[in-house]
């Protein structure tokens, strides 16, 4: 079983909609929560990150964590066109010195005009 | 700034062949983070350096791979020799940041697209 699990869909819908992203998680010392974005042929960008449990809001986004169920999720208002992407959600431990981010596979999304 | 530069984008080799990807990390950075991503498997950490220190290899898959970085500004990713299975797109990001702040972002290159016939 993998640390970190992604549907990777692919999830189409309609431009406007709201579009849930989730992944799983299997390691209790993951702390850092992250999700990148990423273009076809481009390399991955950081889009939001999140520390432990919550919600964070950045615009049209948000991601929220539920480390008792080991499950985090991004949620994308008034989705755009432009929004079309693959999205990864990465995680990392707490651990002075330690860098290291596990990614989940990802999940492709096309925006529908 | 240039961002995060990976040489070449493309790279097409048989079997057997040596293969050296490069990439460069932009300026100030102190971290520098080899990825392979495939379809089946996602994004996969190889290894990471800090300071030019390696820190962290054990996502290397086996001795055929060898990286090094021997100044602040400069790193390779050696396959040697490649096989039809080590094709994937090879990453590099970079990041700065005391070691272990959660938050440090890493800044990804282009990739480097490789096909091992």
């Known amino acids: 079983q993998k640390e970190v699990e992604q549907d990777p869909g692919p999830l189409s819908v309609p431009e406007g909609a709201i579009v849930s992203l989730n992944c799983t998680y299997s390691?209790?010392?993951?702390?850092?929560f992250m999700w990148y974005r990423q273009y076809s042929r481009k390399g991955p960008e950081l889009l939001m990150y999140?520390?432990?449990?919550g919600n964070k809001e950045d615009g049209r986004f948000t991601a929220q964590v539920d480390k008792s169920s080991k499950y985090i999720s991004l949620f994308i208002r008034d989705s755009q066109p432009s929004d079309s992407a693959t999205y990864l959600c990465a995680m990392r431990v707490s651990n002075f010195g330690n860098e290291k981010l596990t990614f989940g596979t990802g999940t492709r999304l096309t925006i529908i005009p | 700034d240039a961002g995060v530069i990976q040489s070449p984008r493309h790279e097409v080799t048989e079997m057997g062949q040596e293969v050296t990807l490069r990439c460069k990390p932009i300026s100030g950075h102190n971290s520098l983070f080899w990825y392979r991503q495939t379809m089946m498997r996602g994004l996969e950490l190889l290894i990471y350096f800090n300071n030019n220190v390696p820190i962290d290899d054990s996502g290397m898959p086996e001795d055929r791979f060898s990286a090094k970085m021997p100044n602040a500004s400069f790193s390779t990713l050696k396959i040697q020799p490649s096989e039809p299975r080590d094709s994937a797109v090879y990453f590099c990001a970079s990041s700065f940041g005391p070691r272990g702040r959660g938050t440090d972002t890493q800044y990804f290159g282009p990739g480097t697209r490789l096909t091992v016939l």
């Open positions: 390691n209790s010392a993951f702390q850092y």
């Open positions: 999140t520390y432990s449990s």
